[in-house]
């Protein structure tokens, strides 16, 4: 874009529970930052991949899965079921929730 920015990532916290980012937005900014777009925020693999074949974005960004999945990308490509994460251990010291969950 005109910009010259790398890329935008915008987080749609909908899942959340926060107001969903309406369709016209995500338009508006699909077209004036180009294709450089990563979406993020609540997604699931089928969502994904139906926003980057409607050619909603450039990639999608899982960021909570991760932490309870970290063989997210292979449970993903599997359609396995994922595990939820903790959240009474997010932004808290120490390994507990961080690197305690089990691969697989």
């Known amino acids: 874009g005109a910009l010259g920015l790398a890329y935008i990532h915008v987080v749609d916290h909908s899942a959340m529970g926060a107001p969903p980012v309406p369709a016209?937005?995500?338009?508006?900014?699909?077209?004036?930052?180009?294709p450089n777009y990563i979406l993020s925020g609540g997604y699931d693999a089928a969502r994904a991949e139906a926003d980057l074949q409607a050619g909603l974005g450039?990639?999608?960004?899982?960021?909570?899965?991760?932490?309870?999945?970290?063989?997210?990308?292979?449970?993903?490509?599997?359609?396995?079921?994922?595990?939820?994460?903790?959240?009474?251990?997010?932004?808290?010291?120490?390994?507990?929730g961080y690197t305690d969950y089990p691969v697989g």
């Open 24 to 34: 016209e937005v995500k338009t508006a900014i699909l077209k004036g930052f180009g």
């Open 58 to 96: 450039a990639a999608v960004a899982f960021g909570r899965p991760f932490i309870s999945n970290p063989d997210l990308v292979d449970k993903l490509a599997r359609g396995a079921e994922l595990r939820a994460p903790d959240m009474g251990t997010f932004y808290t010291p120490g390994p507990k």
